[in-house]
T-cell receptor, first 110, second 118 residues
């Protein structure tokens, strides 16, 4: 699976949009981009995933660049409960388990 | 999303004893489950892949005789930490693969089990 690069940490003001970047320049054509988050002392929570089109669900939006070498997870109105470590993972669907990197620690500040 | 449960949520045991952790997929059948462990302030580390009705596949460096995995049904996988030692103290998290949605393959995680070995 392709490697991903994320900033170590980010801050976001409560109520503002949180934009979390992820670089995956070695992604191959059949690899999906998955986003999970882990709130302290809990199991990871699935957020969203995509292949090449932008995706949106009730939690977030995923913007994937046209060349697929990077993506951005957008939390439109961050709340204090969105404080967590966010993981961007690239993998081929149906074949391999998720392999976690270090992720981005997002702190939402009141 | 799909629901995965773990039991117990936390356990404290004496060194040398064995501890069993259960992982259940509550609203879907999971032919494949995964076990991870996480040390404080570290990321999740994959330990093994558990396949229903067959032997688990362990990651390099994970002792299969120490971490026994059984996946006897489509909704239950168990991890038994045998002869536990203090260095086995960690946060153990299971995950199940949900393939109900065509064209996708999403893993859902349990809430984790915190093991403390005295």
């Amino acid at each position: 699976d392709a490697k991903t690069t994320q900033p170590t940490s980010m801050d976001c003001a409560e109520g503002r949009a949180a934009n979390l970047p992820c670089n995956h320049s070695t992604i191959s054509g059949n690899e999906y981009v998955y986003w999970y988050r882990q709130i302290h002392s809990q199991g990871p929570q699935y957020i969203i995933h995509g292949l090449k089109n932008n995706e949106t669900n009730e939690m977030a939006s995923l913007i994937i660049t046209e060349d697929r070498k990077s993506s951005t997870l957008i939390l439109p109105h961050a709340t204090l409960r969105d404080t967590a470590v966010y993981y961007c993972i690239v993998r081929v669907a149906r074949n391999t388990p998720l392999v976690f990197g270090k992720g981005t620690r997002l702190s939402v500040i009141a | 999303g799909a629901v995965v449960s773990q039991h117990p949520s936390r356990v404290i045991c004496k060194s040398g004893t064995s501890v069993k952790i259960e992982c259940r997929s509550l609203d879907f059948q999971a032919t494949t489950m995964f076990w991870y462990r996480q040390f404080p302030k570290k990321s999740l580390m994959l330990m093994a892949t558990s396949n229903e009705g067959s032997k688990a596949t362990y990651e390099q460096g994970v002792e299969k005789d120490k971490f026994l995995i059984n996946h006897a049904s489509l909704t239950l996988s168990t991890l038994t930490v045998t002869s536990a030692h203090p260095e086995d103290s960690s946060f153990y998290i299971c995950s199940a693969r949900d393939r109900r949605l065509a064209g996708t393959d999403t893993q859902y995680f349990g809430p984790g089990t915190r093991l403390t070995v005295l």
